[in-house]
């Protein structure tokens, strides 16, 4: 699938506006990430305007060159207080029941029982 202008999403543009401004990649991508997520995890309606709704993120543009180091600070902030998606530890390798894919039945199972006939009700 092509990418073409329609589809890109306003923070997205966003991005690209932050970028051609010469803000710092990193940061714009912080931007970008604080915009959608207060939007689509529906942060409160205070915390909109701080994250670009009130004004096509123009405002977020301008600290962002103005004072980087500053607005880094107040949006990891605005992150650490508002995002709702856990992070996720790496540091600890996880054990195979915690797993996502982990298998439905143990590998201990009865020999002559399939999973179909268990899914059913009735043994094989």
Known sequence: ???????????????????????ADDLAELGKNLMRDAYMQRWPEAVLSDCGWDDDGFGMLALAQAKPAETRRNWERLYAQYHRRPACPLEQPLSADEKALAPIYPSTRAQGSSHTSLLMGHPK
Do not use: C
């Not at 699938?1 to 589809?7: D, L, N, P, R, S």
């Open 1 to 23: 699938m092509v990418a073409t202008q329609e589809m890109l999403f306003e923070w997205d543009e966003w991005k690209q506006r932050a970028l051609a401004r010469g803000i």
